[in-house]
């Protein structure tokens, strides 16, 4: 079942780059220089030299080094390519399409207006009895989490540094970019040139969400960790399409330079579908890499739901921390109707971990980019040229909110290994629970729920991601893991027991905690391994074959706990007001 799953993606794979001939052209950045009759593919040894010797063995050209996977890059014909498919100790990758993950509104236009002014002197419109934002739509998304709070303590991002693997990024003098951008990086196609702007935009909107300085007429940033610093690497081109071999160049680059800027925190907002275990995938292996050298790894999980096991590549690697997304039904300051957004992708992953780990804010988002970039041309309706500001949803999004908020934990303590910045954000998310105090989502479509940088910020929590994984035994080959999903005879997923005397038995999504209680973030030796059986239900009422709506609204907890039905917002009471709400892959309709 898991093989015929992956074919069905690598045929998914073809069709789509089908059809993304029908994509507006635009010619930022020259092609790739492929030789004629060959194809560029990644020859993988025990080591580079080892790669490059085999590739010149046959007659190829090394044409980069990636020496991250202890790789090389080569043109190979047909003939090259057999001899060293056929040769010991040699692996050959494709040199595979990835796309950025948001989505655009032009294609789901909406009856209510994506940005709305409004004077500073207008009359509150809020019930706070303070005055509304200058930006109506999504940029309070900071107080949606908690942001707010931890900037106004001190708490900004200041001394970390965050790296973008994107487009680029356009410096919107409103963001206070100067001083704070650190190294730019443009691998496009091989280059090594610094980044001269954004010309798709994706790449600025993702950053600007993530660290951006502007503020509004009240005083208050409309990014999540404003005074961090930040690198930029442009992997993608002026269409947003990027390549495995450029990516990759780019995450090498990160993870060499990780010491000399500081970077801490890593933001990939794009993705492709699996065609291989996570542990075969060479990007992913240049991801887990980073991991490894003590960088947090943010993922996009895609853009492909409600569907199960739709998470793309880089999200369904086990060791990062994949988002999800929330949208607020363009309701801002009504957290009554939040929801899951439909496009989110959802898990389980092939090898059966729970992804994503988390949602956060990724409808229509309002962000920095420039009115020339390809983005704003396609989709001018959704610009704002007067303040260069842009309305995007997707798990990009939800992603650079993730990214932001993990900066703010490092500043906070800057001590904080990968594994533990992930524990205590997942320990700290608050649950959709219906009014019944039952998840409104399952674990496969909001992990533990959404975000809340206060509450990670403070935990004290450790010891609770990624147990039972080991990354250096997963890069070095000698172990690899699979997670605790499994699927039943009618094609519902559900969580297994892994305990002694119950191995297999489902365990109820309801009723038990992230930190305490059943670890289903923990992972197990592929080789011990597990097969999936039939005969189990993930929990009656949610099953995937009927689905759950997506139009109603859920309070997301304040607790930690999966049944306690609390609103998000507070603990003021009931009766008191609600506070102010702090790729292009598949052009699907906006949440």
């Not at 005969?535 to 139009?551: R, S």
Request: charged content about 10%; proline content about 7%; hydrophobic content about 40%.
């Amino acid at each position: 079942m898991r093989t015929q799953r992956i074919l069905a993606a690598a045929w998914a794979v073809i069709v789509g780059l089908a059809l993304a001939g029908a994509a507006p052209p635009i010619a930022n950045d020259a092609p790739a220089r492929i030789q004629p009759g060959t194809a560029r593919t990644i020859v993988q040894a025990r080591s580079t030299t080892a790669a490059g010797r085999a590739t010149e063995r046959v007659g190829a050209r090394v044409a980069r080094v990636l020496p991250i996977i202890n790789a090389v890059v080569a043109d190979l014909t047909n003939e090259q390519h057999s001899q060293l498919q056929g040769t010991p100790g040699i692996r050959l990758h494709a040199d595979r399409a990835l796309r950025t993950a948001g989505l655009l509104d032009v294609l789901s236009p909406v009856t209510a207006p994506v940005v709305q002014l409004v004077s500073s002197t207008s009359t509150p419109t809020d019930g706070s009895g303070e005055l509304v934002p200058t930006l109506l739509y999504q940029t309070n998304y900071p107080m949606l989490v908690g942001a707010d709070t931890l900037q106004r303590a001190g708490i900004t991002g200041r001394g970390t540094t965050i790296a973008v693997i994107d487009s680029g990024l356009w410096q919107d003098p409103a963001q206070n970019y100067p001083f704070r951008v650190l190294a730019t990086l443009d691998v496009v196609n091989g280059g090594s040139r610094p980044v001269s702007g954004d010309p798709y935009g994706h790449g600025t909107h993702v950053t600007s969400i993530a660290a951006g300085g502007a503020m509004n007429v009240s005083g208050a940033y409309l990014g999540i960790a404003p005074a961090a610093s930040l690198v930029i690497v442009r992997a993608f081109d002026g269409t947003g399409a990027g390549r495995y071999v450029d990516v990759i160049t780019a995450l090498d680059w990160v993870v060499s330079n990780r010491q000399k800027y500081g970077i801490r925190v890593l933001n990939l907002s794009f993705g492709s579908p699996p065609e291989s275990y996570y542990w075969d995938d060479p990007l992913n292996q240049a991801v887990m890499a980073a991991w490894q050298s003590g960088i947090v790894v943010v993922a996009a999980a895609g853009n492909e739901g409600p569907a199960p096991m739709t998470v793309g590549v880089p999200g369904n690697v086990p060791y990062v921390i994949t988002t999800g997304a929330l949208t607020d039904n363009y309701t801002p300051y009504n957290p009554t109707d939040d929801r899951l957004a439909s496009f989110s992708s959802t898990g389980p992953t092939y090898e059966g971990f729970v992804k994503p780990e988390l949602v956060a804010p990724g409808g229509h988002m309002v962000a920095s980019m420039s009115s020339s970039s390809y983005l704003a041309n396609i989709d001018p309706g959704s610009m704002l040229p007067t303040e260069q500001l842009f309305t995007m949803s997707g798990t990009s999004q939800a992603a650079a909110v993730t990214t932001g908020v993990v900066a703010l934990m490092l500043q906070a303590d800057p001590t904080l290994t990968p594994d533990t910045v992930k524990c205590r954000l997942l320990a700290s998310a608050r649950p959709a629970v219906t009014s019944g105090g039952r998840l409104a989502y399952s674990v496969f479509q909001q992990g533990a729920g959404l975000i809340n940088a206060v509450a990670a910020v403070n935990s004290s929590a450790t010891g609770c991601a990624n147990v039972g994984l080991d990354v250096g035994a997963d890069l070095a080959g000698t172990e690899h893991f699979g997670g605790p999903a499994n699927e039943d005879a009618s094609g519902n997923f559900y969580i297994m027991n892994m305990d002694a005397g119950t191995w297999g038995s489902p365990v109820s999504a309801d009723g038990y905690t992230w930190s305490e209680g059943y670890p289903w973030g923990q992972g197990y030796t592929w080789s011990e391994g597990y097969v999936w059986t039939q005969g189990y239900t993930w929990t009656k009422g949610y099953t995937w074959t009927k689905g759950y709506t997506w139009t109603k609204g859920y309070a997301w907890s304040s607790g930690y706990t999966w049944t306690k039905s609390v609103p998000w917002w507070g603990s003021a009471g009931a009766n008191a007001a609600p506070a102010t709400p702090t790729a292009i892959e598949p052009w699907v309709p906006n949440q």
